[in-house]
């Protein structure tokens, strides 16, 4: 895939109960036409009535029908993203077995009454460990990505090659990249068919819920209280690395227990020095150059398990401590 540079971005919260995004977009200065990815809607990606009123003119890309119409026409193509989908799905099975056994160790361990400072330590040591499968099936996705695009080239592979160059023609006369949420994953397989931000260049990106979620370097599934299996967080896949150091967690309401001290502790020590911040209704990033230089109605996740609604506050002349390397 193709490198891009790192735009200015803008990551908000869920817009279907309060949509925010044209005043995003007003802010910003950007009166259209800006391109839409709607994808992980799938079927329903040109639904025009799931879309937030953006208030200025809007060409949806489509990615999700151009990949079934590569998929319909280039059957070797088809056959060989298929088995590469497969792989995937058994290495995240694989991934989760082990975690499993990570995360009930680290209960285990984290119950037992021994000594405060001893506790600590071994609970660190577990952290770790977890810390380190998700890390190295990270890295393992994205060695597999990599594999495929060599092989398939989006240049060569004439069914893709075509829709890029239309791709790029739509893009090219846009004033920013809008991305929608949706199924995270197709999504993120969407626009890494396409190589978009390779299309895309400094233009600024509006991205919500799973959008966002993509644009980071992991995507992280989350849920405190699933209606089946244990709530242990995994790492679903490597993303487009644009926004840096950040785990986005959107409908914080729905998946997240904020009130639980530990869990919260364990989330935000777990992805450390990465900041795990929950969007919410109304919430918004600010992003420059892949680090986070403002925000509003934030929830960041505290290694003490507390919830910082502050973050990320600070003097205007005081440097960001995600643009120094280090966890605030």
Known sequence: MTEVHAPPITLLGPQ??????????????????????????QERETDASVIPELDVPATNLTLHARADEVFARDAEFAAAYKSRQSRLKMMQDFYRVRLDHAALAA???????????????????SIDLVRHLDEDHRERCRAHH????????TTERERVAGHRRELAALIEPTDALVIAGGHVAVLLNRLMMFDVLGLTGDRPIIAWSAGAMV?????????????????????????????RELVVLPHPRL???????????????????????????GARVKLERGAVTGG??????????????EWPARPADEPSA???GSLP
Do not use: K
């Not at 044209?22 to 391109?35: H, Y």
């Not at 992991?218 to 926004?243: M, S």
């Open 16 to 41: 279907h109960a309060q949509p925010t995004v044209s005043r995003v977009l007003r802010d910003l200065g950007i009166r259209g036409p800006v391109a839409v990815v709607t994808a992980g809607w």
């Open 107 to 125: 209960h285990t361990i984290g119950v037992r009454h021994v000594d405060p400072q001893l506790l600590a330590d071994e609970q660190s040591i």
């Open 146 to 153: 990599e594999a495929f695009f060599q092989r398939w080239s």
């Open 215 to 243: 644009l980071t370097e992991r995507v992280v599934l989350f849920h405190d209280h699933p209606p089946y299996g244990p709530p242990i967080a995994e790492v679903l896949d490597t993303a487009l690395g644009l926004a």
């Open 255 to 281: 998946r997240l227990r904020l009130d639980d001290t530990e869990r919260v502790a364990m989330l935000a020590r777990r992805f450390s020095p990465a900041v795990c911040v929950a969007l919410d209704h």
């Open 296 to 309: 509003v109605n934030l929830q960041r996740l505290t290694p003490e398990g507390a919830i910082d609604r």
């Open 322 to 324: 995600l643009q120094e």
